[in-house]
């Protein structure tokens, strides 16, 4: 699917991608276990070897959500702030990453789901909140720098989720060759 330009695009393939998420992890064989799929040499991204269960995944989606509430709330109310927390950037925010995964080891996958559906339901929300042109004119917002905050929306929702879908996929059919 092409990337979201209008609010209403935004809305309606975040919602629809969550559930085809929330769907493809009730066809997970066993949900809390490690996942079980051969990581190949075409494979090169961090998140293959960084997130080993659905639990990793769904935390990583859920702290990606809190990253774009906290800046967006903050600098709405006058308090300028960085999209990544101190001293993290676009070079080193991989770290970032990691470190999520580390913070939520004793997080159950109930948990993981909660939280999930919350701020999944909390950012769908504040996207409601903009105008299309505040979502997707470049530098509607001093603190968007040279993008657009609907960009900033897309790629913690709907790409986030896609990635996420892809991931739980190869999951899926890992459980179906090992039934074979």
Known sequence: MSRPTTKAALLAVSQTDYEILMKLILKLESPEQDFSF?????????????????????????EWHLLVLNWVKSNQAGQAQPFFPKPYNWRTYGELNQIFVEKHQA?????????LASSHKELLSLVTTFSNEALFTKQHFSWTGTTTLGSYFVSSL???????????????????????
């Not at 040499?41 to 639990?55: G, N, S």
């Not at 709907?158 to 074979?180: C, E, M, R, T, V």
């Open 107 to 115: 997080t159950s996958l109930e948990k993981a789901e909660e939280l």
């Open 38 to 62: 051969v990581i190949t040499d075409k494979m090169t991204q961090a998140h293959w070897l960084r997130d080993k269960k659905l639990r990793d995944v769904l935390i990583h989606l859920h």
């Open 158 to 180: 709907a790409s986030h989720y896609d990635w996420a879908i892809k991931k739980i996929k190869k999951q899926i059919k890992a459980d179906k060759n090992s039934i074979q």
